[in-house]
């Protein structure tokens, strides 16, 4: 095996439940984003993504309730719109401010990451998830800030997660070959992408009856069992 120096890791059914994303999150942000958009909507950084929105859905013109109502539909559909998952990691951090909730990570993940710094490993996060909801993520999670873990933070500016250009932009970024970087993540085709790039990979599979026998990505049932 290659050695590994770095690691990049998934958020959702990864390091952290599903559950706590869906569940707890997008209807956190569904029902403040009227609201969030009405008080907010006049400073640059908000307009920036109420624009960027409506020109990914390919409007000419539209009213801040026609957007509203686009970015509701696609919280309904979990796109991963770079414009939305700005938006609703605005509207995130009032919620982790207030103390209305932490966010979820698998109780084995924090000791684990901490023992791949201790090895001298670097840490990375890859998500759907804003670079700042990322911060607010692991700086307000169950475990306490785990945000001095990680070196870094990439999201869909750098690329779709189920493309492999998005995968050698993040080794560049990185300066590693991709051949000592390893990616975790319990998405299939994101897997695909990084191995297409050269990354090692593994696969997280939580709550699997079996793991896959022949898959070209190792299977794993948490961070413990993966041997970095
Ligand atoms: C940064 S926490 C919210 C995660 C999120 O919005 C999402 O869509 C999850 O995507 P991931 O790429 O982590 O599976
Ligand atoms: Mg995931």
Known sequence: MIEI???????????????FVKDVLFPYARKRLPAFVETHGDRPEVQHWLHEAAKEAGFIEAS?????ELLLRWIDEDRKSTALKALQGMIW?????????????YP???????????????????????VPAQKLFFGYSEAGDLTPLFAGYFDTGTGPKREQA?????????????AHLLFLSDIEQELDAARAAGFQTGWLLRDAATLPAASPHPAYRDFDAIAA
């Open 5 to 19: 120096r770095a690691i990049v890791t998934d958020i959702e059914g990864t390091t952290s439940s599903i559950h």
């Open 64 to 68: 801040r309730q026609e957007v509203i």
């Open 93 to 105: 951090q009032e919620g982790y401010e207030a103390g209305d909730y932490r966010a979820h990570v």
């Open 108 to 130: 084995e993940v924090p000791a684990r990451l901490r023992a791949w710094r201790a090895q001298g490993l670097k840490l990375y996060v890859y998500s759907s998830g804003s």
């Open 166 to 178: 998005s995968y050698e932009a993040i080794a560049e970024a990185i300066g590693e070959q991709p």
